[in-house]
């Protein structure tokens, strides 16, 4: 079985535990084997980041003491005053590798599908942005010494394993009450402003899953902008008029996300051809929101509206089950009809209403 985020929020003690915990305790977990997660999190993730990238900056980088500056491992071809062409420069790359320096790949979801595709997961389940950063080192050292993030995360080890400490707060006066090794198939949470540290065995691999939760604050106002933006009304001048508006709409903070996701204007990557040109048979196809956070979904007797990425469609209530795997940022088989019923006429109708109004990626699965 293939991980997926679920599995994640199951190993650090289920949605419950979850939603009461994460980014206020330390979570610990542990994944089993059967789970497999080398094909997307394993050594072989960062042999095609290294064989791939084109090396932008501070994209894949070295942390090391003293520090290694790019261009001591990294050639660079100008031509014309442009940049070219970049390539590894081996020996001193692997010199700094077997000195104690550590690999890391920011933002690697950008770079393969395995961390690409349980980043968007993540997105789903917190809808907030995500993102996911590796680091690998092969001796006893650490890469940044003790420190906190402005963000939560999620660390899972994917190889190899590495020494962590983790203190309850920030500073001198924060108390330590976590000292102990991540092997393969552990999961922690680490809430924002703690601080902590890792330090390698030997080869090792993990993965940390950063999000920056949005405070009751942050959705007030981004359900306030789309409030104005829809209702075509001005924004109040006067700061008492808004604090008011403010306090108003901070009583239904899940009302604002909604609102946010809504009007959310970032698209996943992807397009789905020929399926937005014109219609043609989704036998053997995947589907999956477009949006990368979850739509606004009312569900009424006979029709489900959607609102996201700026469109508002009406579809048959019994898209249900699979308007609400999607929402939770699942991919769903065309021929895994989970009991819907429609026919398979009145079922491609309604998918490529939702493909034509750019609400639905379709991709090929086999």
């Known amino acids: 079985m293939t991980l997926s985020w679920d599995i994640i929020v199951e190993a650090l003690g289920g949605e419950t535990v979850w939603r009461k915990s994460f980014g206020h305790e330390l979570l610990k977990g542990r994944v089993s084997r059967e789970h497999s997660w080398e094909s997307s999190l394993g050594w072989r993730v960062v042999d095609h980041l290294m064989k791939t990238t084109t090396i932008e900056p501070l994209m894949i980088r070295l942390s090391a003491d003293p520090i290694a500056y790019p261009g001591s491992y990294i050639s660079t071809r100008i031509d014309g005053g ?8 081996y ?31 993540f997105e789903y389940f917190a809808d907030d942005p995500a993102w996911v950063n590796g ?15 402005g963000h939560s995360t999620v660390i899972f080890q994917a190889e190899g394993s590495k020494r962590w400490r983790i203190w309850e707060g920030t500073g001198p006066d924060a108390k330590l009450i976590e000292e102990a090794d991540m092997h393969p198939g552990d999961v922690w949470h680490i ?25 009751p604050e942050d959705l007030t106002r981004t359900a306030m902008d789309a409030w104005t933006n829809r209702h075509g009304e001005r924004r109040p001048d006067d700061a008492v008029a808004l604090d008011s508006l403010m306090t108003s709409l901070s009583t ?27 219609s043609a048979s989704f036998a053997g196809t995947g589907l999956r929101w477009a949006a990368r956070f979850p ?6 007797e006979e029709t489900i509206t959607i609102e996201s990425l700026g469109v508002r469609l009406n579809v048959d209530a019994r898209l249900a089950p699979w308007v609400k795997a999607w929402s939770a940022g699942r991919v769903v088989r065309r021929e895994d009809v989970m009991g819907i019923p429609l026919g398979d006429d009145d079922l491609d109708a309604g998918l490529d209403a939702l493909v034509k ?6 991709e090929q699965v086999g």
């Open 295 to 300: 739509p606004l979904v009312t569900y009424k």
């Open 135 to 149: 680091y690998a080192c092969w001796t006893e050292k650490s890469a940044f010494g003790r420190h906190c993030d």
């Open 91 to 121: 020996g001193p790359m692997i010199e700094y590798l077997r000195s104690g320096a550590t690999l890391i790949a920011n933002r690697a979801d950008r770079l393969h599908v395995g961390p690409a595709r349980l980043r968007e997961q």
């Open 252 to 278: 239904d903070v899940h009302q604002a996300r909604e609102l946010r996701s809504a009007q959310s204007l970032e698209r996943r990557e992807g397009l789905s051809l020929p399926w937005s040109v014109q």
């Open 357 to 362: 109004a750019g609400l639905l990626l379709v």
């Open 191 to 215: 809430p924002r402003r703690w601080d902590h540290e890792a330090t390698g065995i030997g080869p090792s691999l993990h993965w940390t899953f950063g999000v920056h939760l949005s405070t």
């Open 82 to 89: 442009d940049i070219v062409h970049r390539n590894w420069r």
